[in-house]
């Protein structure tokens, strides 16, 4: 060691354990495990990542058609002779939106016809209009430009989420209508049209080459004299229709455009009739579509369109202010007692033990003693957010009192000491100075708790809280469900109207849930003291 | 900050202790299956849109229900239940025992389907081969029971397509599982002589054989959730679903439905009888609450009116196959007139 610096370079001459050639190897070696355990945390993150957010965009991808709907906007009229403004309440609102629905489709003259055009709208219209009236007495007397949601598929076709695939062609050959409304038939110039038909393979083909088009079959609908007709059976020369929007004139037309939707029509829940309507009404600005209030302010429906969620997020909210009221002053007793004043001995060791149990106790198990103790005993009522926030309490307890010993254990014992040195009593100690340290430790435990409790459905099946509830609950002892059940619900009922319901109920959720954690967040920071 | 969070506690405290516990009720209560639940909800909605409260509808199943419905008389217990089959003489019992009329409404049918993707091949089917298809144990070439050795369709019968036995269904706790074994698993172990001589002689041991369901893999318990079955279904055109016939009313462009016995599950095949593996709705009213828990008549009328439950009512549109006109006008009458169940 001659050399004050010895360098790499001279490395042979140099015969250190921790310099050699085998010691290189050894650091090399040393480099590509660290550089191997980064990539593949880095890996593991990417792919958490990943997860994360393949899940996230399929959520939000189904929820975002829900937050927006499809309204039919209706002229109705709510002068005396339909409404007496004595006793509005007892009108006839179906009717009324009838009346209206059917003044705009003045062609349409059988009972089949005036049923579809029924179902263009929600059922719930009247109900909308009525409950319009009661909050606001003041419009009636006149004609009302009133906005009803349309029916679950309509929507959804609107939506573009119900299978039809179009395909649009241009004739240029000349058709003559033998009539402008109801069943005609078209005399054809050309064989254009038969052409097109024939080579799709469509229809059954009878021996005179005629080709007939069931509900079975692709659906061609032929725009023609600024009307709709649907193709019912062709030849080379004469075209029969049924016409679902009536044409201006009868006159011979120049061209048509024919739209082929490949779905046949028994297999859609959408008629070809429906969907020409809706077609008119949307080019004609009568359909508009905005943001979906309903959804934010109603509460559970058995129809898509007028399920909302606000009846749940009512239920969750009370049921969370329960639980937190009732788990974090208890919660946190416990754990200051257990932690400062509580002698060691064998109880105390029983009861942390039993404590640490329970949080592992499986929730459903906490629903049967909700039914046995509060239901059965108690009395209180089934269904109801009391309940439901006392059982979550009894499920939040634990993990409150394991976060909040462990935090009242952090504090360093120099800050009982010096409080209790300058003559604090130890009641002081505790709550002038332990608490408060322990404070944002103590709310992580309660929002940790409180998230879990959120998302539970299995202990609100024993005491009823798994149901269909329409009325949005004013108060605590009020049947209410929440968000948890209702997406559940939803998940299961069998419209397709409600997938997407379900999806944005559950960013509603996540949504409730990151708002608690940002006020626990905030709480902290005020309460966060560094020593 | 501590002093605020102490007292808005305590004010929160006294909220929920001021709403006070036992109140009147004046909402109607009901429970019980699952499968009547999507009608009775509908009902409920309607009959609160007239200006009473919204009845409660919650699904335990056609058994909890039955089980809560005649716990007893009195504020704490349902005023109806829903169930997917006539309630039994047990239950009956229980319920009179416990003071408990019940009035019987027979609301409409149900059918259960075997179906596939549209993007599959249409499946057509007897009882027997649904039998020989999903069984867990199968007669043999001698009469004597086998394990299943059925692995594709065609092994059941050359003119089967030649593709893997693969059918997602409902879990044992779910009412379509149940009378899916009684209907369809039953009515086709009948076919079997030596089941057939069995079922006369030892009806136990019958249905434990018929009831069994493979456990191969050939039958996937998919949930309870049909939805989950129909997506299944969607993303593997092989795979066959059992399900409630409203999923695949509500599904129309995607499934298709199998021909039992040669007849396909339609609307008008089931309300006729004519498709077998179909059952009856049920709901049952408590006689003793009528004019105790406010609206109980009005809510048995709405959900007997035509408008709900006929051939045109709102129930139909949600999947209920309605009972024939006679019959839908006398049950109406005997449900309005309060008469209790009989056996």
Redesign the interface.
């Known amino acids: 060691m001659t050399d004050a610096n010895p360098s790499f370079e001279s490395a042979d001459q140099i015969t250190d354990r921790h310099t050699d050639g085998d010691a290189r190897t050894r650091l090399r070696r040393r480099y590509a495990a660290e550089f191997r355990f980064k990539i593949m945390g880095a890996a593991a993150v990417a792919v958490a990542a990943l997860f994360l957010v393949g899940l996230l965009s399929t959520i939000v991808g189904q929820a975002i058609p829900a937050f927006r709907a499809n309204f039919l906007q209706l002229s109705v009229d709510l002068s005396p002779g339909n409404i007496d403004p004595a006793d509005a309440k007892r009108a006839d609102y179906d009717k009324i939106v009838r009346t209206a629905l059917l003044a705009m489709f003045p062609h349409v003259t059988s009972r089949q016809e005036r049923r579809a055009v029924r179902g263009l709208v929600s059922t719930g219209s009247g109900n909308l209009l009525r409950r319009a009236v009661a909050s606001d007495a003041s419009i009636l007397g006149g004609t009302l430009e009133y906005s009803v949601p349309v029916d679950d598929f309509v929507d959804l076709y609107l939506k573009g989420l119900l299978a039809e695939r179009s395909q649009y062609a241009q004739l240029d050959s000349t058709a003559t209508p033998s009539a402008t409304n109801g069943s005609a038939s078209l005399t054809l110039d050309g064989p254009a049209l038969y052409q097109l038909v024939r080579s799709s393979g469509h229809g059954q083909t009878s021996e005179d080459g005629s080709i007939r088009l069931t509900s079975g079959e692709p659906s061609y609908l032929l725009e023609i004299n600024g009307g709709v007709a649907k193709l019912q059976e062709i030849s080379a020369e004469v075209a029969s229709v049924d016409i679902y929007r009536p044409l201006q004139s009868a006159v011979a037309s120049g061209g048509m455009q024919v739209r082929v939707i490949e779905a046949p029509e028994a297999e859609r829940k959408i008629s070809d009739r429906e969907i020409v309507w809706i077609d008119r009404l949307k080019d004609d600005g009568l359909i508009q579509n905005h943001w979906n209030t309903i959804f934010f302010s109603g509460g559970a429906s058995r129809e898509p369109e007028l399920a909302g969620i606000w009846g749940a997020v009512v239920g969750s909210t009370l049921t969370m202010l329960v639980t937190l009221v009732l788990s974090f002053p208890v919660g946190v007793s416990a754990a200051i007692y257990l932690e400062e004043f509580a002698p060691k001995n064998r109880w105390t060791r029983l009861i942390e033990v039993n404590i640490n149990n329970l949080a592992a106790v499986p929730s459903i198990v906490f629903g049967l003693l909700g039914l046995a103790v509060f239901l059965n005993w108690f009395a209180l009522p089934r269904s109801a957010p009391l309940v439901g926030g006392m059982v979550l309490a009894l499920m939040t307890l634990p993990t409150i009192i394991i976060a909040s010993r462990a935090a009242i254990r952090a504090v360093p014992p120099s800050i009982r000491e010096a409080a209790l040195g300058i003559g604090a009593s130890k009641v002081q100690t505790v709550f002038h100075h332990v608490l408060p340290l322990a404070m944002p430790g103590i709310l992580t435990g309660t929002i940790i708790g409180m998230a879990q409790a959120l998302g539970e459905t299995a202990p609100l099946l024993m005491i009823g809280m798994v149901a269909f509830i329409v009325d949005i609950p004013g108060g605590f002892t009020d049947a209410a469900t929440v968000l948890p059940v209702q997406v559940f619900m939803w998940a299961d009922f069998p419209e397709p109207g409600f997938q997407q319901k379900t999806a944005a109920a559950i960013l509603i959720l996540l949504g409730f849930l990151v708002m608690m954690n940002a006020l626990a967040v905030f709480l902290r920071k005020r309460f966060e003291r560094r020593w | ?2 002093n605020s969070i102490l007292s808005m ?1 305590v004010v ?2 006294a ?2 202790a001021s ?5 009147a ?1 004046d ?1 109607i ?1 009901i429970v019980g299956s ?1 499968t009547v ?2 009608f009775t ?2 009902v ?2 309607k009959f ?2 007239t ?1 009473d ?2 009845p ?4 335990t199943g056609t058994g909890g229900g039955m089980k809560l419905f005649c716990q007893g008389v009195g504020e ?1 217990t349902p005023d109806f239940t829903n169930a997917s089959r006539a309630i039994k003489e047990k239950e009956l019992k229980t319920c009179m025992d416990n003071g408990v009329t019940p009035i019987q409404i027979k609301v409409g049918f149900d059918g259960i389907v075997l179906a596939n993707s ?1 993007s599959g091949k249409p499946l057509e089917l007897t009882k027997a081969q649904i039998f020989l298809a999903l069984a867990k144990e199968v007669p043999g070439a001698d009469g004597k029971l086998i394990a299943n050795p059925n692995k594709m369709w065609s092994d059941i019968d050359a003119l089967l397509p030649n593709a893997k036995i693969e059918v997602l269904g409902p879990p044992p706790t779910s009412g379509t599982r149940d009378a899916f074994v009684e209907l369809a698993m039953e009515g086709g172990a009948k076919k079997f002589e030596s089941l057939a001589a069995m079922r006369k002689a030892d009806k136990k041991a019958f249905k434990k054989v018929a009831h069994a369901m493979r456990e191969d893999g050939a039958f996937i318990e998919a949930g ?4 989950l079955i129909v997506q299944k279904l969607e993303a593997n055109p092989n795979a066959f679903g059992i399900f ?1 016939f ?2 695949l ?6 499934l298709q439905g199998a021909r039992i016995d040669g007849e396909f599950p339609t609307f008008e095949k089931i309300a006729a009888g004519d498709y077998g593996v179909s059952r009856s709705l049920f709901i049952y009213a408590k006689k003793e609450h009528v004019g105790v828990i406010p609206g109980m008549e009005e809510f048995i009328i709405e959900y007997t009116s035509d408008n709900a439950w006929g051939p ?1 009512g ?1 129930l139909a549109d ?2 209920l196959i309605p009972l024939p006109d006679a019959e839908r006008e006398s049950q109406a009458k005997d449900a309005r007139s309060l008469k209790p169940v009989s056996m």
């Not at chain 2, 409660?56 to 699904?59: C, D, F």
């Not at chain 2, 009313?249 to 995607?254: E, G, I, L």
């Open positions: 900050m501590r506690t929160a405290v909220i929920a709403s006070g516990f036992a109140v009720r909402q209560k699952s639940f999507p909800t509908a409920a909605e609160g849109q200006g409260k919204t409660v509808v919650e699904s704490g549209k309870e959730n049909d939805n409630g409203s999923f009313d509500q599904n129309a462009d995607k045109d709102y949600k999947g």
